[in-house]
């Protein structure tokens, strides 16, 4: 079992860097391009290797200190997890990452493996999973996209005013 589970998460890992590097480049880009022409915005950009390596760092950093939160969330607060789970949860996630990596659509490194656990354990029995902790965390989801949007607006149209 434990390698299975290194294997899928080296997968999970190569999945996770294709699919937020974009996500790191597009933050760049917008900092480094605001202020240019006097409107901002994204232009073709090339982060330089040392740059690139600085981002990465950075966000290893920021994944490697949750791991632990996240994965004591899931692991209490959706589905009492196994080995068995875990691994196919990787797996999944991986799945759902490269495709929409692929598509060009990154997504929530936490939303594809949180789904991935509740999948897994759903597939033994509807009883296996605490629906309200889904329900909650799927609220709190739909929520984060339109608030977001509104906030920047907010943000961008409080910044026009300066």
């Not at 607060?77 to 999944?92: K, M, Y």
Request: net charge positive; proline share 4%.
């Amino acid at each position: 079992m434990l390698s299975a589970h290194l294997l899928a998460y080296t997968a999970q890992c190569v999945a996770y860097a294709a699919n937020d590097g974009q996500k790191m480049i597009a933050v760049v880009s917008v900092a480094l391009n605001v202020g240019r022409d006097g409107l901002g915005g994204v232009g073709p950009l090339e982060v330089p290797p040392v740059w690139m390596a600085v981002l990465v760092a950075l966000f290893l950093a920021g994944s490697l200190t949750s791991l632990t939160r996240v994965g004591g969330r899931l692991g209490r607060g959706l589905v009492i997890t196994r080995p068995l789970h875990i691994v196919s949860a990787e797996t999944a996630a991986t799945g759902a990452v490269l495709g929409s990596w692929a598509l060009g659509s990154p997504v929530s490194m936490t939303q594809s493996i949180t789904a991935g656990v509740v999948g897994v354990a759903a597939s033994e029995g509807a009883r296996r999973v605490r629906w309200q902790s889904v329900v909650n965390m799927g609220t709190a989801w739909l929520v984060t996209l339109p608030s977001s949007m509104a906030l920047g607006c907010l943000a961008g149209l409080a910044m026009r005013l300066l």
